[in-house]
């Protein structure tokens, strides 16, 4: 069974930063490729970014690439995500997760709290 902790969210200003980190616990971390993923009200959850297994290929959504970095401490089984010049379409509620199936997370049951991020003047 893995339990995720995510933490680092908060209020941020356009076009400022924010470092989040997944705290995962779990044998099998390390062998792992992992995701972070958002969702705002109403809204479907959005898949963000992910890491592979040794932290050598990271991948992006269309709507961060360039901005948010993804990278993992596979010693302390954590994930984080370094998030830049932050937008207001940024904010929403931000989970960890393994990399998705081919149907999304409809599988997955081990989800955190979320950590919420919030972009305003």
């Known amino acids: 069974q893995v339990q995720l902790v995510e933490s680092g969210g908060g209020l941020a200003q356009p076009g400022g930063s924010l470092r989040l980190s997944c705290k995962t616990y779990g044998l099998t971390f390390e062998r792992d490729p992992w995701s972070w993923a958002r969702q705002v009200p109403g809204n479907d959850l959005e898949w963000v970014a992910a890491?592979?297994?040794?932290?050598?290929?990271?991948y992006y959504s269309d709507s961060v690439r360039g901005r948010f970095t993804i990278s993992r401490d596979n010693a302390k089984n954590t994930v984080y995500l370094q998030l830049d010049n932050l937008k207001s379409d940024d904010s929403g509620l931000y989970y960890c997760?393994?990399?998705?199936?081919?149907?999304?997370?409809?599988?997955?049951?081990?989800w955190g709290q979320g950590t919420q991020v919030t972009v305003s003047l």
């Open positions: 890491i592979s297994e040794d932290g050598r290929e990271q």
């Open positions: 997760a393994p990399l998705p199936g081919v149907r999304g997370w409809s599988d997955f049951d081990s």
